[in-house]
């Protein structure tokens, strides 16, 4: 699930999402439904590059367990690795 395999195509794995998340988040902080909402509307030429809702909140735990994403006080979701580039 995490890494594409012969099985699971780039598109479904963890790592191929992941990386959508951040390019859809980008420098901003974003609520996880805001976030959602931007994934899927910049996505909705390719709608196979949608995961579910569920699959889609698993991806963002993994990806803030593996430091690539965090949490503010307010609850919003921001890029990990924007907050490192300003240290």
């Not at 195509?9 to 988040?25: F, K, M, N, R, T």
């Not at 949608?50 to 993994?62: D, W």
């Not at 430091?67 to 924007?82: K, P």
């Amino acid at each position: 699930m995490v890494l594409p395999t012969k099985y699971l195509p780039l598109h479904e794995s963890y790592i191929a999402i992941a990386g959508l998340i951040l390019s859809v988040l980008g420098d901003k902080s974003l609520h996880l439904d805001a976030l959602w909402q931007n994934y899927t509307s910049a996505n909705i030429d390719n709608p196979s590059l949608i995961p579910s809702y569920i699959k889609f909140v698993y991806v963002v735990t993994f990806m803030s367990s593996y430091g690539m994403i965090s949490y503010n006080e307010g609850g919003e979701v921001f890029n990990e690795n924007l907050k490192l580039k300003d240290i």
